[in-house]
T-cell receptor, first 110, second 115 residues
């Protein structure tokens, strides 16, 4: 089955700095890679996703990259703000079956 | 107008009891899921249902039984609750958005505490 590894488990940055979270996956059949943000006491919220036929995607301060050959994908947040503080999850998905990484707790210090 | 809703939000119960958690989505999606999030925040899929049919049943004790009365609802019944069942349970739903790429939308979670 699919195994998704996510690093780092915790990340602390100064406001305005960039944050990078990296994930690897094992199942070549995975073709969709969403990223979720989970704030305290809430459900995971989709922030950006990337499909297997695309190498990178950007949405304002957030960008994702995918290397299918190496089975790596990454989340980049630029100009971090205190409200970016949360737990971030990567996931690898095939139809009806999504597997999550263990999460990264991001803290943005003002 | 909540997209994916769960009830109850909090559930505190004694070991050995039987309890149910309900989930409803108004997005018109045809696939629904249950996830368990443990104290270390790890999100693990438990079940997925597509058009009321069980697709994934992960290694979950058979004390857990999902029920899908229709495409908009997926309930989770838990028998003989154990201390280790304490966790946050999330419901999610998805619908194919072209090709096989499915975006999942999560409910707010049900916080279960077994005493």
């Amino acid at each position: 089955g699919e195994n998704v590894e996510q690093h780092p488990s915790t990340l602390s940055v100064q406001e305005g700095d960039s944050a990078v979270i990296k994930c690897t996956y094992s199942d070549s059949a995975s073709n969709y890679f969403p990223w979720y943000k989970q704030e305290l006491g809430k459900g995971p919220q989709l922030i950006i996703d990337i499909r297997s036929n695309v190498g990178e995607k950007k949405d304002q301060r957030i960008a994702v990259t995918l290397n299918k050959t190496a089975k790596h994908f990454s989340l980049h947040i630029t100009e971090t703000q205190p409200e970016d503080s949360a737990v971030y999850f990567c996931a690898a998905s095939k139809p009806h079956d999504m597997r999550f990484g263990a999460g990264t707790r991001l803290t943005v210090k003002p | 107008d909540t997209a994916v809703s769960q009830t109850p939000k909090y559930l505190v119960t004694q070991m050995g009891n039987d309890k149910s958690i309900k989930c409803e989505q108004n997005l018109g999606h045809d696939t629904m899921y249950w996830y368990k999030q443990d104290s270390k925040k790890f999100l693990k899929i438990m079940f997925s249902y597509n058009n009321k049919e069980l697709i994934i049943n992960e290694t979950v004790p058979n004390r857990f039984s999902p029920k899908s009365p229709d495409k908009a609802h997926l309930n989770l019944h838990i028998n003989s609750l154990e201390l280790g069942d304490s966790a946050v349970y999330f419901c999610a739903s998805s619908s194919p958005s072209g090709g096989a790429w499915e975006t999942q939308y999560f409910g707010p979670g049900t916080r279960l505490l077994v005493l």
